[in-house]
């Protein structure tokens, strides 16, 4: 493969990276001095790389890897920031026990004080290779992270098994990997197999870009469905595997809808940058669920009643759109200040409210118009994220633009206390807002003609059938929506991403035809979704979270749950002298509209016993869009399917 360009020298592919430079050039910084800069020049030879995967017991993968070496100083990088991502979510402390040897001598390797995810070594004189016998610990429980290896189903990600030299990109490294699982299962990927025997796999050399993009999910239980028509060209796959066979069974009709996702997806871009595309997909309540893209194949991780609770529960639906929608937004049209040639250069993160922002509304698009959700549930979906940044009260201090640093902050895996006045990755669902805004306007300013479907084709349709990654500037932007519309676009975008102000970006709802109106009782979609979280939602109303046991989830800023002295260190006990439930705690807030009956809580903290009163009187609030009389329905026709 050859290194991406930005759009203004496609013919330069793999000599200049326009733009780039300096992030290209960096070395990185190590107590023993500096690392090699990345160069675009081809490894000695192909590394091979073997992983055993069969300890069903430990959840313990085996690793070894033979590596072509050059005498003198070798430096090895653990994989640290990684695509997807979007910051250093590398784990190198699950990796354990390296050893290296030069045939049969004992090769010793030194961490960098600097930087955790560099091993330094000296290759002797005489050595042709180095053979490397490691593990990679996974969890063997919740409490410890994302499991990734149960008894029924495994997910192995390549990056958290490898090593790989400084010195030169991840597309100029060969890797020729090898696995190993336990006997019978099946396995899934975008990797092609080589050759099989029995239970070992070996797949197709790839490099190591290509390979940290092409996980595998395996297991005791999986089906197969194709999503084209027989002897498509680029076919889509859908890969299956569950916790148990019955948990695979889904109606004709659930799969044409993941069918008519791919035909929907075509008529949006007008272009395939994929050899092949496979959607992973796990079901289960065991392994951890997951969401992420990749260039040709998608991590996509769900609880087991996805087919079985189809008509009630739909969130979950807009997954998979949201992953297949970056093959296209963020794999093959990438910002360019976002690559890096390999992965453990830091990333920028500038332009992710494009990269995931408009991922996250096309994925909300397609969704409904493939009939994984209905015009309904869609509608209810956007509800809730317009009442979010209504009431999202870190607005008034954090842009949008910040937020898409906090890939690279450091808060990875950890909890908000206070969540809305934080923020955290709201470059999805504001960005969401943001781009309705937009869509919404080009149709009511080229008489309904154009919208933000032409901005797709034009962005991200173009060079059909080309996979290698091209990037894009926020100049690229603006020239392209000017293409379609003309307007001060750079304003229109800046304006909604760099200020700060209470209310969130609700234009492009009014425009649609609707506007946020509230309700006493929560939509169906609502519904499923708490059910789903296993928590009661006073959001809107008292400004409170509660699990079923009335232990605090969350606290919204300056509400009144939060004026009275609430956070996640309490647990509610009991309402009005009854013990905690939700129906009554709703009723409780009801009863006082007029002021009559405040609202009296007990509740613990740790061995501490104590009395809240909440004077709240404005009624139980839930979200719901609502009809504009008089007004065109742009959403109907945003959401409706294409012909």
């Not at 390296?98 to 001598?105: F, I, N, P, S, T």
Request: charged share 25%; no cysteine; glycine share 8%.
């Amino acid at each position: 493969m050859i290194a991406p360009t930005p759009k203004a020298s496609p013919g330069a592919l793999g000599r200049a990276i326009v733009g780039l430079a300096l992030t290209a050039s960096l070395s990185t910084a190590s107590a023993q001095g500096f690392v090699d800069a990345p160069r675009d020049k081809r490894y000695v030879g192909p590394i091979r790389l073997e992983v055993d995967a069969t300890d069903l017991d430990h959840r313990v993968f085996q690793v070894s890897q033979v590596l072509p070496v050059e005498p003198g100083r070798l430096t090895l990088f653990f994989p640290r920031f990684l695509p997807g991502t979007h910051g250093p979510s590398g784990n190198v402390s699950r990796m354990a026990g390296l050893q290296v040897r030069a045939g049969q001598v004992q090769v010793p390797w030194t961490r960098d004080t600097v930087d955790s995810y560099a091993f330094h070594l000296e290759v002797p004189s005489d050595a042709k290779q180095l053979e490397l016998n490691y593990q990679f610990l996974s969890p063997v429980s919740r409490e410890a992270g994302r499991m990734v290896m149960t008894r029924a189903i495994l997910n192995l990600q390549w990056n958290s098994v490898l090593l790989y030299p400084a010195g030169h990109y991840a597309t100029a490294i060969e890797f020729v990997a090898k696995l190993k699982l336990p006997k019978g299962w099946t396995q899934a990927s975008a990797l092609r197999v080589a050759k099989q025997t029995g239970d070992e796999i070996e797949f197709e050399p790839v490099s190591l870009e290509t390979l940290v993009d092409s996980p595998i999910f395996a297991g005791a239980h999986m089906a197969r469905v194709d999503l084209d028509p027989p002897g498509t060209a680029r076919p889509v796959v859908l890969h299956m595997f569950a916790d148990e066979p019955s948990q695979l069974k889904a109606s004709e009709e659930q799969l044409n809808a993941h069918r008519r996702l791919v035909q929907q997806a075509d008529k949006l871009f007008g272009a395939r940058h994929f050899r092949h595309y496979d959607f992973l997909l796990s079901i289960s309540e065991h392994l951890g669920g997951i969401g992420l893209e990749h260039h040709e194949s998608s991590e996509n991780g769900v609880r087991t009643d996805y087919f079985k609770d189809w008509a009630k529960k739909a969130g979950r639906r807009e997954l998979l759109p949201h992953e297949f929608v970056h093959s296209w937004n963020g794999k093959f049209r990438r910002p360019q200040d976002l690559w890096s040639a390999h992965f453990n250069l830091p990333m920028r993160n500038s332009l992710l409210w494009l990269y995931e922002g408009q991922t996250q509304y096309w994925g909300r698009v397609l969704a409904a118009r493939s009939g994984l959700v209905n015009p309904e549930q869609a509608r209810d979906g956007l509800a809730n994220v317009a009442a979010t940044f209504q009431h999202r009260a870190g607005r008034v201090w954090r842009n949008l633009q910040d937020t898409t640093n906090e890939g690279t902050i450091g808060a990875r895996g950890t909890q908000s206390e206070w969540g809305d006045w934080q923020r955290r990755a709201d470059y999805y669902d504001e960005a969401t807002l943001i781009w309705l805004d937009a869509d919404t306007w080009i149709r009511e300013k080229s008489g309904e003609s154009k919208s933000l479907d032409d901005f797709a084709r034009a962005f991200f349709g173009m060079h059909d059938g080309r996979v290698a990654p091209l990037t894009y500037t926020f100049n690229d932007i603006v020239i392209a929506l000017n293409a379609i519309v003309p307007n001060d676009w750079a304003g229109f975008l800046r304006e909604r991403l760099d200020t700060t102000r209470a209310l969130g970006p609700l234009d492009g709802i009014d425009r649609s035809g609707w506007k946020l109106a509230w309700a006493e009782t929560p939509s169906e979609f609502a519904k499923a979704q708490d059910a789903e979280a296993s928590h009661d939602d006073f959001g809107y109303s008292l400004g409170l979270y509660l699990k079923r046991d009335g232990q605090v989830m969350g606290v919204m800023w300056n509400s009144p749950a939060f004026k009275a002295g609430m956070s996640k260190a309490l647990q509610v006990l009991a309402v009005n002298a009854m013990a905690y439930k939700a129906d009554r705690m709703a009723a409780a807030v009801s009863a006082n509209k007029e002021g009559a009956a405040p609202i009296e809580l007990l509740v613990k903290e740790g061995d501490t016993y104590r009395h809240i009163k909440l004077d709240y009187r404005d009624g139980l609030r839930y979200p719901r869009l609502q009809r504009i009389d008089g007004s065109l329905d742009r959403l109907h026709a945003l959401i409706s399917p294409r012909p």
